[in-house]
């Protein structure tokens, strides 16, 4: 079954530090990927999302992920993060085989940032 | 993109009882999804609901437990039913458009 797997849980930064959040699927074939971001009290909302093409995509609030085919990874990165990127973030797919929109979501990542 | 209400925005319920959940979208849209994301875990869907279908569960799942309605392209209800302390979780609706989802504000459940 294809599952999605986030490395860290529990990130803690200060503010202008760098971020990168790790996401590995399994799955061999074609896939979407996404980022979602739940800021404290608020809705799920898409961060970035990859279909095709340019591998490197950006997102909204400075954001960034890179898909790494070989390595079946879609990390997320910020090269500043601020008090206010505090929040869960979770790392989505979609394959083939669960078309439709049905997203298969990582552990999720909650991101602390110290001002 | 696409608006989503829930009603309501949390309960605590007593076990043996049920509760629905309804979900408002402001367009129609063809599909829409219910996720669960237990304490401390992520999202996991439920079932998918078209409208002027049977809704599909994912394993896991049942109708009996988790009876879902789509009477028409703006509205779905999930019933959760003869509740346990194990069924304490936000319940999520979520619409696709455009080969993107939007959820809707949640809807946090205590059972007792």
């Known amino acids: 079954a294809q599952s999605v797997s986030q490395h860290n849980h529990h990130v803690i930064l200060s503010e202008a530090a760098s971020l990168e959040l790790g996401c590995n699927y399994s799955y061999g074939g074609t896939v979407n990927l996404f980022w979602y971001v739940q800021y404290p009290g608020q809705h799920l909302q898409l961060l970035l999302k990859y279909f095709s093409g340019d591998p490197l995509v950006k997102g909204i609030k400075g954001f960034e992920a890179e898909f790494i085919k070989s390595k079946f990874s879609f990390n997320l990165r910020k090269p500043s993060v601020q008090w206010s990127d505090t929040a869960e973030y979770f790392c989505a797919v979609t394959t083939i085989y669960n078309q439709g929109g049905k997203l298969i979501f990582g552990q999720g990542t909650e991101l602390s940032v110290k001002p | 993109s696409a608006v989503i209400s829930q009603k309501p925005s949390r309960d605590i319920c007593q076990r043996g009882t049920s509760l629905t959940i309804q979900c408002q979208v402001d367009?129609?849209?063809?599909?829409m999804f219910w996720y669960r994301q237990q304490p401390g875990q992520s999202l996991t869907l439920i079932a998918t609901?078209?409208?002027?279908?049977?809704?599909?569960?994912e394993s896991g799942f049942v109708i009996d437990k988790f009876p879902i309605s789509r009477p028409n392209l703006t509205f779905s209800t999930l019933t959760v039913s003869n509740m346990s302390p194990e069924d304490s979780s936000i319940y999520l609706c979520?619409?696709?458009?455009?080969?993107?989802?939007?959820f809707g504000p949640g809807t946090r459940l205590t059972v007792l």
């Open positions: 609901a078209n409208q002027g279908s049977e809704a599909t569960y």
């Open positions: 367009s129609q849209v063809t599909m």
């Open positions: 979520s619409v696709e458009a455009g080969y993107e989802q939007f």
